[in-house]
């Protein structure tokens, strides 16, 4: 495998009778790499994750995962994987460590192997002093980290996560981002789907842009807001629909690019203080005037047309 990719897939399509899921992307992950599939729910991204996880079927295509054939290799392929799906999938009647020790058994590990394995990855993902616990009262963060500790049972090759953090606060998925940024930092490689920008920005070395089934953009993250957004965007917010409206007129000369939202206004710009100095004293009349740098949030809206939320 040196030198090759781990997962290569061209031409890749997933259908559901008429319906494409996936439709005809070509992408590469590379030893080493965080690599994400980030779009709005529905784009496709978890159909592509079933397949490279060799749970589903490729209807056409060419896909491998570590130089093999799903078709074919699928069992030896998810020997060599580990997954965190997008629901937790814990036994929540057993402990903590009970979770542990059987998934371990999945994979044909003896009871010696795993107990030294699971001390390492209880303690990795801050979980030691729950293990005598049961996991159905835990907090979802803590079932969360305690799924990414049991899929790593088994030191994979490859870790695929499926929407890591969605539905998790704020501190719980900064906790969960400093795991992975630390297994990043050990040389696994990770390939994740995601509906937040910041998480990919924060943990992707790459990344595609999916919608509706389709690659739309790919590249790290700062090549990607080089390529297809400005340096800064000013951000005017509204109390109403009609305010945001009035106000249109009156920016649209400020810059080629200006978005209308619903509840705000954005001005896609190189100098945004400058640009907000303008506004604040032109009469417009905003609740807020807020200048930022650009992200991946407005590169999905320049080539989709809609937020990733929507």
Known sequence: MAGQPLIEGRELVKRFEAFRAVDEIDFAVAPGETFGFLGPNGAGKTSTMR???CVSPVSSGYLRILGMDPAHDGARIRARLGVVPQEDNLDTELTVWDNMLIYGRYFGMSLAEIRPRAEELLEFVQLTDRKRDKVDPLSGGMKRRLTIARALINQPD???LDEPTTGLDPQARHLVWER?????RKGVTLVLTTHYMDEAEQLCDRLVIMDMGRIVAEGSPRELIARHSTREVV???FHTTEEREEALPKVSHLSDRVEALTDRI???VE???RVARVVEGNGVGPSSVLVRRSTLEDVFLTLAGRTLED
């Open 51 to 53: 397949m490279i996880g």
């Open 158 to 160: 490859l870790l695929l």
């Open 180 to 184: 992975l940024w630390q297994l990043k």
């Open 235 to 237: 951000e005017l917010r």
């Open 266 to 268: 954005l001005i896609y």
């Open 271 to 273: 100098d945004g203080d």
